[in-house]
């Protein structure tokens, strides 16, 4: 795919069936969808964000690229404004975990076997996991990249009406737990050595028991699945 996105977005747009209309939820400048649509990826595309600067900035883009009648730019917060059942793949890319997690919750059409949720969250990756987890969705693949030193998640999922029963780690490490790529190793890494930094400064405070006791257990966990 193309080389105008950087390698964040090269991934995310990696987990896009061929053929499917996408929605990019918090779109900012749309350059995934347009460039999804361009490559002949996706027939076509829904650009929204909460705010009126970045969808201009995505008017813009989506004009530049000839692909007006195409990509259609949307004020949405969230998928609200959005027909239910108008994209096969919805995206949340550059959100935080917390945000995509309600904004998940109020998207009721996205229970739907056939719709691919792809998220990468910029942070609390768990929230979204487990968020997936305890409503329905399973997931079935997520991938790691690098830039600059800097570690990010993609995930892809779908729903299949079943929760999954979750272990104390599995909201940290999905299905990350077992890939055996450097970048998924390498983000795990980080990942347990936040988790042990964050148990650490509790136990010195002495301030959460309950905290320290469920970090402690998400700590063993992670450890004996980072061996597996
Ligand atoms: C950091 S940008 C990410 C842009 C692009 N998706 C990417 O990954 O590079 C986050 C965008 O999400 C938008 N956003 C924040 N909250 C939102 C919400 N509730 N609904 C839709 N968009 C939202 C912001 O306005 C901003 O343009």
């Known amino acids: 795919m193309s080389n105008q996105l950087d390698v964040r977005l090269r991934l995310v747009a990696s987990f896009v069936r061929p053929g499917s209309v996408v929605a990019d939820i918090g779109t900012d400048h749309a350059y995934l969808p347009v460039q999804l649509v361009s490559a002949g990826i996706c027939p076509g595309a829904y650009a929204c964000d909460l705010r009126e600067g970045p969808l201009q900035n995505a008017t813009q883009t989506v004009r530049a690229a000839g692909l007006s009648d195409k990509i259609q730019t949307v004020l949405s917060d969230g998928l609200d404004a959005l027909p239910p059942g108008c994209a096969d793949d919805v995206i949340f890319a550059g959100m935080g975990g ?11 059409w996205l229970e739907n076997p056939d719709v691919r949720v792809i998220a990468q969250p910029m942070s609390h990756a768990e929230d979204v996991r487990l968020w997936l987890f305890q409503n329905g969705f399973t997931i079935d693949d997520e991938a790691a990249v690098f830039d600059r030193h800097h570690g990010y998640v993609v995930l892809a999922a779908h729903y299949t009406g079943e929760n999954t029963a979750v272990t104390p780690a599995m909201p940290y490490g999905g299905t990350l737990f077992g890939k055996s790529d450097p970048a998924a190793k390498r983000l795990l890494s980080l990942q347990l050595q936040r988790l042990k930094k964050r148990r650490d400064a509790l136990q010195n405070a002495q301030s959460d028991p309950d905290e320290t006791a469920r970090l402690c257990a998400v700590i063993d966990d992670f450890e004996r699945r980072m061996q597996v």
């Open 98 to 108: 917390i945000l995509i997690a309600e904004l998940l919750s109020r998207a009721a």
